[in-house]
């Protein structure tokens, strides 16, 4: 249901005259929003478990999972597509509006294919066309800038696609078997596995704009229609990462994995100190927050070096602590972008030096991009400072400092930039304050997903107790 779902939504919205667009939309969340408290009670009771679809038995069989992971990320994408569709129903034109039903439908039946795949070609299907929906909600902005990032976007993410899709070849020559499961039994690092393994980490990085492959992501993300950007951000990247995590997770590498561990980490220990300087120095609000999601992509590689195998509790915690960042980003980044759009509503300008006077004006804007930021910065009691404490926690035990020291910089640097855009909206200008003023609808859209990831650190034990549950169930 997760999948058949969005894509009925997707083919309805096609079909149907544009005005249903919106009772259809209601109608679909609401199912997916059931479906996935039903799927969350299920787990409870049984925990994990697996269902190969047409009867077919493994390795021919399609097989989906269920698990916390599967879980956690299906509710998210739940939460934060329906305040951003509900967003966009205020946000667009009717025109645009009437393009954007189907490319979401379409993007939400591709996450929710991925959360549950447990089969490598399955996981690159979802892959494909979480793309193609994905570039064109970019080009939706329908203007030069709009559809260059679009077209970047697209040789990026297909180059990345040509290279799991690669890895996948070589391993399926080598094990006879794209199920994750038999794979995690049959897997050895040879020369072959190898090869087949760094083709696809290179090419989920690329999608998932790990530095130095990120060059796609701040003209996407910054440049297109707002609820597309808060999509992007909070959803898109994810979905490549999740099936990065999937494979570190399940397959052995022995005493190899410190040697990647430290090769992912140090990729993403740069993306953070880098996406926070080239944060500091934009001019252009949205601008920033797209480098900023460059640097949060940074605090998920540190899961990597710290997934050490040797230490079960540094283990642990470092997963732990990277999921709560990935739904604290989640919601906060998906905030900001809203936030950030509200006040480029009002000034009808993108450069910071507009913002002047907007923390008199629209104080609830500004309130929930600050709120988001709180989480981004991770501080207390937020879900990214819960997620981050988690993360320090276990570089301390493993006595990685650099780790550590890298953490900390980065929160510094996330600080700074995101108290340079308040800096702005306190300043007068002599000219007087001439706003336009957006539907009340869209600030509170940004302000629920904002104070979401604030709650997320005061319920943040449900999600770790979902986790230990699967752990403590696992075969």
């Known amino acids: 249901m997760p999948v058949i779902l969005p894509l009925l939504g997707a083919i309805?919205?096609?079909?149907?005259?544009?005005?249903y667009n919106n009772r259809i939309a209601f109608i679909f969340m609401l199912g997916l929003v059931v479906n996935a408290a039903w799927l969350l009670m299920h787990f409870s009771a049984q925990g994990p478990y697996q269902q190969v679809m047409g009867g077919w038995t493994l390795p021919l069989g399609i097989a989906l999972r269920i698990d916390a992971l599967a879980i956690i990320f299906s509710m998210m994408s739940c939460v934060v597509a329906s305040v951003c569709g509900f967003y966009a129903r205020f946000y667009l034109r009717a025109k645009q509006l009437k393009q954007f039903w189907p490319f979401f439908?379409?993007?939400?039946?591709?996450?929710?294919?991925?959360?549950l795949s447990a089969d490598l070609?399955?996981?690159?299907v979802g892959l494909e066309l979480l793309t193609f929906s994905a570039v064109g909600l970019v080009a939706l902005g329908q203007n030069k800038h709009a559809l260059a990032a679009a077209l970047r976007y697209l040789f990026a993410a297909l180059l990345g696609s040509m290279g799991y899709l690669l890895g996948i070849a070589l391993l399926y020559a080598q094990f006879g078997t794209l199920s994750l499961s038999q794979l995690s039994d049959a897997f050895s690092l040879t020369t072959t596995s190898a090869v087949a393994l760094g083709f696809m980490f290179i090419g989920l990085m690329m999608k998932t704009a790990v530095f130095p492959l990120h060059t796609w992501l701040?003209?996407?993300?910054?440049g297109s229609l707002t609820p597309v950007s808060a999509l992007l951000s909070a959803l898109v990247i994810k979905a490549s990462f999740y099936i990065l995590l999937r494979l570190w997770m399940a397959l052995p590498f022995g005493e190899n994995a410190f040697v990647i561990g430290s090769l992912m980490g140090t990729l993403g220990g740069t993306a953070i100190i880098w996406g926070s300087w080239m944060?500091?120095?934009?001019?252009?609000?949205?601008?920033?927050?797209?480098?900023?999601t460059l640097a949060q992509i940074g605090y998920f590689m540190l899961i990597f070096p710290l997934f050490s195998y040797s230490d079960p509790t540094a283990n642990q915690y470092a997963l732990h602590g990277g999921v709560l960042m990935l739904l604290s980003h989640a919601l906060a980044k998906a905030g900001m972008f809203l936030a950030a759009?509200?006040?480029?509503?009002?000034?009808?300008?993108?450069?910071?030096?507009?913002?002047?006077?907007?923390?008199?004006?629209?104080?609830?804007?500004i309130f929930a991009f600050g709120l988001a930021g709180v989480s981004i910065m991770g501080l207390p009691p937020s879900g990214g400072f819960n997620g981050k404490w988690l993360l320090v926690q276990s570089a301390l035990m493993q006595s990685k400092w650099v780790w550590l020291i890298i953490i900390l910089l980065g929160s510094l640097?996330?600080?700074?930039?995101?108290?340079?855009?308040?800096?702005?909206?306190?300043?007068?200008t002599k000219a007087g304050d001439k706003f336009e003023q957006p539907s009340a609808m869209l600030e509170w859209s940004a302000l629920s997903l904002s104070v979401l990831s604030i709650l997320l650190g005061f319920f943040?034990?449900?999600?770790?107790?979902?986790?230990?549950?699967?752990?403590?169930?696992m075969p």
């Open 121 to 124: 070609f399955n996981l690159y």
């Open 279 to 292: 944060a500091l120095n934009q001019t252009q609000l949205k601008q920033i927050v797209a480098y900023s």
């Open 12 to 19: 309805i919205s096609l079909l149907l005259p544009a005005r």
């Open 218 to 222: 701040p003209p996407a993300h910054g």
């Open 413 to 428: 640097l996330s600080a700074a930039y995101i108290f340079k855009v308040f800096s702005y909206t306190y300043l007068e």
């Open 341 to 365: 759009g509200n006040l480029l509503i009002c000034t009808n300008k993108t450069d910071l030096t507009s913002l002047a006077g907007l923390s008199r004006y629209r104080p609830l804007n």
């Open 105 to 115: 439908w379409f993007l939400l039946t591709a996450l929710n294919t991925i959360w």
């Open 460 to 473: 943040s034990v449900w999600v770790l107790d979902l986790l230990t549950l699967a752990e403590m169930r």
